[in-house]
């Protein structure tokens, strides 16, 4: 790329006179032709990502599973189905999505504490390579689903190992008080009662202890807790194929320092080297650390609008498109697609035309902005489209992929016609 990179961690994002490029392609253009809010992803960025995971594992028996709730995208799950990757989904909704973006049914884990019988069904019937059961109770009914299909269900245990991820409470995932998983002191004994029933097969074990994790120690000692289990469960005849530990890895919104992958997952190896599980498959499960950085939301600054207190810059994307500060009071970087001159900067609070004081983008940044400017919301790449909605009868933003010297509409913008489709008046 011929500008330096603007911002950490991404380098596809450049300045070239002043205005914003994703792998080249100017941001004001792309907006000028598909409108705004326009979600434009560097599939480069998603490789490099990818490719980071994969050199941590190399020469290693190892499967990445892309967690597709991150974001479902068809054209963002293709990219990821072509190089090779498997996939993680948490409904039937996203098998359905996983399946028409070319995945390899062996390739797919179905997560998820409340699978209904209607998705058990429709995975046994794809053939899907694992079942992550999240309790005593989903083990029971995936067996008799399975017996009524006169199939087996390769399953692994999702383990509650205990440790706290030092994360956003509501994407932590593997203490006590939350509801995945089984706890980590029945395992033994669930592993035993599933080994004993004719509908399942167990193939591995797994965890997930939460989401953007920036610090490897909670990670790492959630693995040794598995790593306790695998033993403790193989002692009694039953054989784990596959270790899996989850997805989690945080990526840098603002200064925030994950470890690079190649990096822990070097280190998850060196654990399971030093205990002797080396050779054993594994398989991980990221979503946010695939995609996230990849992305940009580019909006247009509707108003102004100067206040006693707070000064506002309302633009056109909100809260049903970037739900991640309502939800997490997130952090997302914003800047003009343009560098103006002779405009001063003044201090904003940056929010949508939601109709809830919740909807907001940032707060306190200073931008040289007038009406009719684009913004660019960084890091909108994982838990933003595909945790849009219609709220306020908005339609859904329209998503473009760059790739080298192409932008491909991978979604149209959403119509009204679209949404009344389901309703009958
Ligand atoms: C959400 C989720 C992931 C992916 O988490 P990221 O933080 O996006 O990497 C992986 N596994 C399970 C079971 C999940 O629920």
């Not at 068809?74 to 990219?79: A, S």
């Not at 080297?273 to 979503?287: H, K, L, S, Y």
């Not at 933003?397 to 010297?405: I, P, Q, T």
């Amino acid at each position: 790329m011929s500008h330096p990179s603007l911002l950490p961690g991404q380098p596809h994002v450049a300045r070239a006179e002043g205005a914003l490029q994703v792998e080249g392609q100017a941001l004001q253009a792309l907006a000028q032709q598909h409108g705004t809010p326009l979600f434009v992803y560097s599939q480069q960025w998603m490789l490099d990502a990818l490719a980071a995971y994969r050199r941590g594992f190399e020469g290693r028996d190892a499967l990445i599973c892309y967690a597709i709730k991150a974001n479902s995208s068809l054209g963002i799950l293709r990219v990821f189905a072509e190089a090779g990757c498997g996939f993680d989904i948490v409904s039937g909704g996203e098998l359905a999505r996983v399946l028409a973006a070319g995945a390899e049914p062996a390739k797919v884990i179905f997560s998820g504490v409340g699978k209904t019988r209607a998705e058990m069904r429709q995975a046994l019937a794809a053939g899907i390579g694992c079942f992550n059961v999240e309790s005593e109770a989903e083990i029971d009914v995936l067996n008799e689903v399975a017996l009524a299909l006169g199939k087996r269900a390769p399953i692994s245990v999702r383990i509650n190992p205990n440790v706290d991820p030092k994360t956003h409470p509501y994407i932590s995932t593997g203490l006590k008080g939350n509801k995945f998983g089984v706890a980590h002191d029945r395992a033994v004994a669930v592993y035993r009662h599933a080994a004993a029933l004719p509908g399942l097969e167990v193939v591995g074990i797994d965890c997930h202890i939460g989401s953007q994790i920036t610090e490897s120690d909670p990670y790492l000692d959630a693995v040794e807790r598995v790593l306790d289990l695998v033993q403790a469960i193989e002692s009694h005849g039953i054989r784990l194929h596959h270790l899996d530990f989850g997805g989690g890895l945080g990526i840098d919104y603002n200064g925030d320092t994950p470890p690079a992958a190649d990096a822990l997952w070097q280190q998850l190896l060196a654990r399971l080297d030093a205990r002797g599980f080396g050779e054993r498959r594994i398989v991980i499960e990221p979503g946010r650390s695939l995609v996230g950085n990849a992305g940009v939301c580019v909006t247009e600054v509707l108003y102004t609008k100067p206040g006693e207190e707070k000064n506002f810059c309302i633009v056109d994307a909100a809260m049903n498109d970037l739900p991640r500060p309502a939800m997490y009071q997130a952090f997302h970087r914003i800047e003009p697609v343009l560098r103006r001159e002779g405009v001063a900067a003044v201090r904003y609070d940056v929010v949508g035309p939601v109709c809830e004081s919740g909807d907001w983008l940032g707060r306190d940044r200073d931008l040289a902005v007038q009406a009719g400017d684009l913004l660019a919301v960084f890091s909108a790449g994982a838990y933003c489209m595909s945790m849009a909605s219609n709220y306020n009868t908005r339609t859904r933003a329209a998503e473009v992929l760059v790739h080298g010297d192409k932008a491909t509409l991978i979604r149209r913008r959403e119509t009204i016609e679209d949404q009344l489709r389901t309703e009958m008046p």
